[in-house]
């Protein structure tokens, strides 16, 4: 394992995660790092790497690979064995996407950053690689006392739609509609000396907030440089000691919990967020020590092999099962769409005023009877199905762009909003970006997604490209758990923010009720269907012999994914590309 920093600082640089233009980098306040984990077993080989920024993206993964194939062909890595995951700080630099929603308030794509951040992955992954020693792991977990501050359920009302919570969850009381669990892997060498550990804890790396303008790692990175410290200082270590704090289920969950009147939002234990982020990290790590110490003594020891999947499935068009539609038949997922909920912001940080809100609620709904109206009387059967499963799909969200077409409040040419561009400078740049001609190169968010299985033993780490409610991961975690018992597995870990991003994953109950979270579950009503349907789908393939199951992209040539770069080759991957295949085509013993 290894730990390799990635801090990025360009004064003005717009930070990722809160969406706002004015959150703009002014200075550090604490270094960014990427932390590799690289576990081999009987020749087979995984590494999970958790690094300090807001998400992974398809861009970035993708030249990850692209350069681990060209230029570290023996170490065996591929798309499929790769997991690049986030501890989802809202306080870095972003612009490191092709996708043009991520990019508004960057604003647009920013080079720096994406080789910045993924040479460091890579990096990581290197030095992890050389690092690797023969060890044992052990797996054990721990649940938070029910009075840690620790985190916060921030749509209660939707949480307690789900018919298993049973007993409503009182707003007061909201600390207890969350997964309160922390579960660990804690890595030893053969000597019984401690190398490192990786956690999986939901809560949102939201201490810090839009306010704040420099750079930090927020509450998990404050947790992994305690942990770091204290088991460096308590074993005399020389060799470093990497421990990270990774995501569970952290959709509906904040760190923040005391009702701050002057900035009309929440937020942590001090007025200082930097001091929120430092004690809820703190209690992070205090308890990650516990269960780090109790699984030298009663964890699971390990055992097994180590086996991995990677499908990739567009989720804007997944015909859902009726068993999950409660006998609802040709209900599908749609295109990526925003809704206005989204745009209003969480207790974390508002965005527009909800009189503003509903006014455009307004509109959205004239604008949603004028098209299914005009597609009923086209008479045109396939105009008239794509348009009513389109809303259907989404119902009943208020869509405010779809980020398929680049229809931005009914406007099919954003860049001739109404709306003027001194309004709102992510306005002027949707404008602008559209003019030119950026935001019909490539879908707005991505919608052929990545989705991920590793097998460690008898643990299971589903990699998820989004960020997924408390209870939506329970079901998705009993969704793959059911099947995967049969090889052994008995704990499935849920890892979001992993190798892409595409919004949110909510419960159908909760999607209806469309706050901020159901604004951003792109694919509509049945996106959780959807990957539980896809995971089981994988899930199902690893019970196979490996020579008989379906290929998906179980270990893809980096010539595979030639269409990632499609219409956005500033830097010229894909003639790098050509000539490598031509390279390898060659063969070793014909090269000059």
């Known amino acids: 394992m290894s730990k390799v920093e990635m801090t990025f600082f360009k004064e003005g640089n717009g930070m990722l995660g809160y969406g706002m233009h004015f959150h703009k980098i002014e200075g550090v306040e604490t270094p960014q790092f990427a932390r590799a984990f690289v576990i081999e077993s009987e020749g087979a080989k995984i590494v999970f790497i958790n690094a300090d920024f807001c998400f992974s993206t398809t861009y970035l993964k993708a030249r990850v690979i692209q350069q681990l194939e060209i230029n570290y062909p023996a170490l065996g890595y591929s798309n499929a064995n790769v997991m690049i995951t986030a501890q989802h700080t809202h306080s870095a630099a972003g612009g490191y996407t092709q996708h043009l929603a991520y990019n508004f308030t960057m604003p647009g794509f920013q080079e720096e950053v994406y080789l910045r ?17 023969p060890g044992k792991i052990t797996h054990h977990k721990g649940a938070f006392d029910k009075d840690a501050e620790i985190c916060f359920n921030r749509s209660v009302k939707a949480y307690n739609k789900n018919p298993e919570i049973g007993v409503r969850v009182p707003l007061k009381k909201r ?20 190398i490192g550990s990786i956690n999986w804890f939901g809560v949102h790396t939201t201490s810090v907030s839009n306010r704040y303008k420099k750079v930090c790692y927020d509450n998990k990175g404050y947790a992994a440089d305690y942990f770091e ?19 569970d289920a952290t959709g509906d969950i904040s760190p923040n919990f005391i009702w701050d009147r002057k900035n009309r939002e929440f937020r942590g234990k001090f007025e200082d967020d930097y001091e929120s982020a430092d004690y809820n990290g703190k209690l992070q790590f205090e308890k990650a020590r516990d269960i780090y110490h109790s699984a030298a003594k009663i964890g699971k020891k390990i055992q097994g092999g180590i086996d991995y999947m990677m499908m990739y499935t567009d989720m804007s068009d997944v015909a859902i099962d009726e068993f999950y539609t409660g006998g609802l038949k040709h209900e599908t997922t749609s295109q990526p769409a925003w809704g206005m909920s989204f745009l209003e912001g969480t207790t974390d940080g508002q965005g ?38 389109y809303y259907n799909a989404h119902h009943p969200k ?61 643990i299971a780490i589903v ?47 909760e999607y209806r009720l469309q706050l901020y979270e159901g604004g951003h579950t792109l694919f509509g009503k049945w996106t959780l269907a959807a990957y539980q349907m896809k995971f089981k789908e994988m899930a199902e393939e690893l019970l196979k012999a490996p020579e008989d199951r379906k290929k998906f992209s179980q270990k893809p040539s980096l010539f595979k994914m030639k269409d990632i770069w499609t219409g956005m080759d500033d830097l010229g991957i894909l003639a790098q590309l050509e000539e490598a295949e031509k390279k390898l085509i060659k063969g070793p013993d014909e090269e000059e």
């Open 463 to 509: 990699g998820i490209p989004a960020e997924i409610t408390t209870v939506a991961a329970a079901r998705l975690r009993k969704t793959v758990a059911n099947v995967l018992e049969e090889r052994g597995v008995s704990e499935v870990i849920i890892s979001p923010y992993a190798n892409s991003y595409a919004g949110y994953i909510t419960t159908y109950e």
């Open 398 to 458: 208020a869509i405010i762009i779809n980020h398929e077409t680049g229809v931005t409040a009914g406007a099919a040419h954003p860049e001739k909003l109404v709306v003027p561009g001194f309004f709102d400078p992510s306005v002027k740049f949707i404008k602008f970006a559209n003019k030119v001609g950026y935001g019909k190169k490539t879908p707005w968010v991505p919608k052929r997604l990545p989705l991920q299985l590793f097998i460690v033993g008898e």
């Open 229 to 247: 410290k204290y088991l460096q200082n308590k074993n005399n270590s020389k060799d470093d000691i990497v421990t990270s704090f990774a995501q």
């Open 352 to 389: 527009a005023a909800k009189i503003v809100g509903n006014a455009v609620r307004m509109v959205l709904g004239t604008i949603r009877s004028v098209e299914v109206l005009s597609a009923r009387l086209s008479k045109d059967p396939e105009r008239q199905r794509k348009v009513m499963d």
């Open 175 to 194: 600390h207890l509609a969350a997964d309160r669990t922390m579960k660990l892997l804690r890595f030893d060498d053969e000597n019984n000396n401690p």
């Open 117 to 133: 951040y993924s040479d460091a992955i890579i990096e990581a992954i290197v030095s992890a690689d050389k690092n690797l020693k």
